[in-house]
């Protein structure tokens, strides 16, 4: 069965950074988009992030939009979310999630495998 496994949340300070990655086994990767998502709790989860499967196309939820950046090394089926200038409203568990399709989708539906999610939590 493949997965996707998210690593790097952790404790922030507000302005600070951090790097999650995401990583793919057992799935076909390189011709799938790839995203990413949060849900804060008491919240509805949310997308934050999407690339396409060459990794030259992206786009931002607004919220993070200049702040946040996503990317994918192919050859690691492994995809990453640069987290920059970080806010206490950014606490969140993130998930990494594999599109159905090639190109940039923001639809919790258009995903089909998830991750169990990282915690990132961010004090003021």
């Known amino acids: 069965q493949g997965k996707v496994v998210e690593s790097g949340g952790g404790l922030a300070q507000a302005g600070g950074s951090l790097r999650l990655t995401c990583a793919a086994t057992?799935?076909?990767?390189?011709?799938?988009?790839m995203g990413w998502f949060r849900q804060a709790p008491g919240k509805e989860r949310e997308f934050v992030a999407t690339i396409n499967w060459s990794g030259d196309s992206t786009n931002y939820a607004d919220s993070v939009k200049g702040r946040f950046t996503i990317s994918r090394d192919n050859t690691k089926n492994t995809v990453y979310l640069q987290m920059k200038s970080l806010k206490p409203e950014d606490t969140a568990v993130y998930y990494c999630?594999?599109?159905?399709?090639?190109?940039?989708?923001?639809?919790?539906?258009?995903?089909?495998?998830w991750g169990q999610g990282t915690q990132v939590t961010v004090s003021s």
């Open positions: 057992r799935l076909t990767f390189s011709g799938q988009a």
């Open positions: 999630a594999r599109a159905r399709y090639s190109t940039t989708r923001s639809g919790l539906h258009e995903y089909d495998y």
